[in-house]
């Protein structure tokens, strides 16, 4: 009995081994075929992209994977690739329907590989062109999706998102309700990292909305929550730049100046393409509290040369116009770069202020040889229309740049004479205040010897 016991004990044994065997023959053909497919589509991609697309398509949310950690590695090449083929392809539609194809997929794979998905396709999205309002329906989507599925981390960072893309289409009303809601949720946490970011976008609404009050409460808070906590250098570069750009709407360029640098410093270290914004800031810092000479060494130094371009050039154009003092090159300047000047806000907002202090300053030496001068006259020999110059007129003498008067039947400016500073009248308020203490020290006397 036992002899016949271990004979069956070792059919076992033997038909097990051939089993697994079996099985692990079985997974290494699985992973051939998919690896083949796997080569098969990007080789043929080069060749077909429409049927590399469909053969990637089909590898990225066919199949199950179990608990199997490399079938979830494939996986992920294989949405890596869709995703590399449809941005490429400039599909945004195609990177849509994926996110919507891949949620199957979503519930058998860990939480923190998902939000890494979901992160990557909008990322391919976002470097379309002309499709911001398509990332705010994606980012939507995604933001229900992940509420009804409880996945609150994942949410959290989508809905950033949604407001910053918000601020760039300036939906600055709908970015503030969302970020409101935002900062209640992630102060309950206490994600900290998290709560610097929205700060900080906090903050960039509120100085596009010009309430800088606002914008500086919120950039302290950012400041505050940053100190209890390890922060990344792209994140501390966002809070440099974000110091820098409100201490230049204070006037304060040299303080900017340096927080600019920071920021570059940083971003260049990282080969952050949000460098050449912070170094155009610099540039423009230099220019703006009155420096503009140090502009060239600027670009020409180590950290500078690595981004010469138009960027550059067009900072380096309004500098050389504003060392010379010539308005019409710096009128030149900002039509030539347009693109690289006018639609940044920032930059357009200081240069607007520069082109009104070179308008002044070439005003008033135009008008310093003159007691009586005709606006007409200004206009032509300023080359500007001859509203525009009255205008100007008018608001400099409200200032009390210009100490004169507007003419308006006869077309003139008159400048009135210098009336020198007459110190008769401050020293007799000085003496009747003399007599006030005098006659207050004598009354109260007074006052003592009838007691």
């Known amino acids: 009995v036992s002899s016949t016991n271990v004979s069956r004990t070792h059919h076992r044994v033997h038909v097990d081994e051939r089993t697994s065997s079996a099985s692990f023959c079985t997974f290494l053909r699985t992973t051939e075929?998919?690896?083949?497919?796997?080569?098969?589509?990007?080789?043929?991609?080069?060749g077909r992209p429409a049927d590399a697309e469909a053969e990637l398509r089909a590898l990225?949310?066919?199949?199950?994977?179990?608990?199997?950690?490399?079938?979830?590695?494939?996986?992920?090449?294989?949405?890596?690739?869709?995703?590399?083929?449809?941005?490429a392809?400039?599909?945004?539609?195609?990177?849509?329907?994926?996110?919507?194809?891949?949620?199957?997929?979503?519930?058998?794979?860990?939480?923190?590989?998902?939000?890494?998905?979901?992160?990557?396709?909008?990322?391919?999205?976002?470097?379309?062109?002309?499709?911001?309002?398509?990332?705010?329906?994606?980012?939507?989507?995604?933001?229900?999706?992940?509420?009804?599925?409880?996945?609150?981390?994942?949410?959290q960072r989508i809905e950033a998102?949604?407001?910053?893309?918000?601020?760039?289409?300036?939906?600055?009303?709908?970015?503030?309700?969302?970020?409101?809601?935002?900062?209640?949720?992630?102060?309950?946490?206490?994600d900290k990292l998290l709560l610097v970011d929205i700060h900080l976008l906090e903050s960039r609404i509120h100085h596009a909305l010009r309430n800088l009050p606002k914008a500086k409460a919120a950039l302290t808070a950012a400041r505050t929550a940053a100190n209890s906590i390890y922060v990344p250098p792209a994140?501390?570069?966002?809070?440099?730049?974000?110091?820098?750009?409100?201490?230049?709407?204070?006037?304060?360029?040299?303080?900017?100046?340096?927080?600019?640098?920071?920021?570059?410093?940083?971003?260049?270290t990282l080969d952050d393409p949000r460098a050449i914004l912070s170094f155009k800031y610099?540039?423009?810092?230099?220019?703006?509290?009155?420096?503009?000479?140090?502009?060239?060494?600027?670009?020409?130094?180590?950290?500078?040369?690595?981004?010469q371009g138009v960027d550059v050039d067009a900072m380096q154009a309004v500098a050389t116009s504003y060392t010379k003092r010539s308005l019409h090159?710096?009128?030149?300047?900002?039509?030539?770069?347009?693109?690289?000047?006018?639609?940044?806000?920032?930059?357009?907002?200081?240069?607007?202020s520069l082109y009104n202090t070179l308008l002044e300053q070439n005003l008033c030496r135009l008008i310093e040889p003159y007691s009586r001068v005709e606006i007409a006259h200004l206009a032509q020999r300023i080359e500007l229309p001859e509203k525009q110059v009255e205008v100007k007129l008018s608001q400099m003498i409200l200032d009390k740049v210009i100490d004169g008067t507007l003419d308006q039947g006869a077309g003139c400016l008159i400048i009135f004479d210098e009336i020198p500073p007459n110190s008769l009248y401050p020293e007799a308020i000085d003496t009747m205040k003399n007599m006030e203490g005098v006659v207050a020290s004598l009354f109260r006397k007074s006052e003592k010897l009838a007691a």
């Not at 199949?63 to 449809?86: C, F, H, N, P, Y």
């Not at 998102?161 to 309950?188: C, D, G, H, P, S």
């Not at 750009?245 to 920021?263: G, I, N, P, Q, R």
Request: aromatic share 6%; glycine share 6%; charged share 30%.
């Open 161 to 190: 998102r949604l407001v910053n893309l918000y601020l760039e289409t300036k939906e600055f009303t709908a970015a503030l309700e969302l970020i409101q809601k935002l900062l209640m949720e992630v102060k309950r946490l206490d």
């Open 60 to 87: 990225a949310i066919d199949g199950d994977v179990g608990g199997d950690g490399e079938a979830i590695k494939r996986k992920e090449q294989a949405i890596a690739a869709t995703v590399e083929s449809l941005a």
């Open 33 to 46: 075929e998919e690896e083949a497919r796997m080569d098969a589509g990007e080789s043929a991609a080069k």
């Open 329 to 352: 090159e710096f009128e030149r300047s900002l039509r030539d770069y347009d693109a690289q000047l006018g639609q940044d806000p920032i930059i357009q907002n200081h240069l607007n």
């Open 235 to 268: 994140t501390q570069s966002s809070i440099d730049s974000q110091s820098g750009v409100l201490h230049a709407e204070e006037k304060d360029y040299k303080t900017a100046y340096s927080y600019f640098f920071e920021a570059f410093e940083q971003q260049s």
């Open 282 to 307: 610099m540039l423009l810092s230099k220019i703006m509290c009155n420096q503009a000479d140090d502009v060239a060494n600027i670009i020409s130094s180590k950290g500078g040369l690595k981004y």
């Open 89 to 155: 392809r400039g599909d945004a539609e195609g990177l849509r329907r994926l996110m919507h194809e891949l949620r199957p997929l979503y519930a058998k794979i860990a939480k923190a590989k998902t939000a890494k998905i979901v992160r990557q396709v909008i990322d391919a999205i976002a470097k379309i062109p002309g499709t911001k309002q398509l990332q705010v329906e994606v980012c939507k989507e995604q933001a229900e999706w992940a509420r009804s599925e409880k996945r609150t981390f994942l949410r």
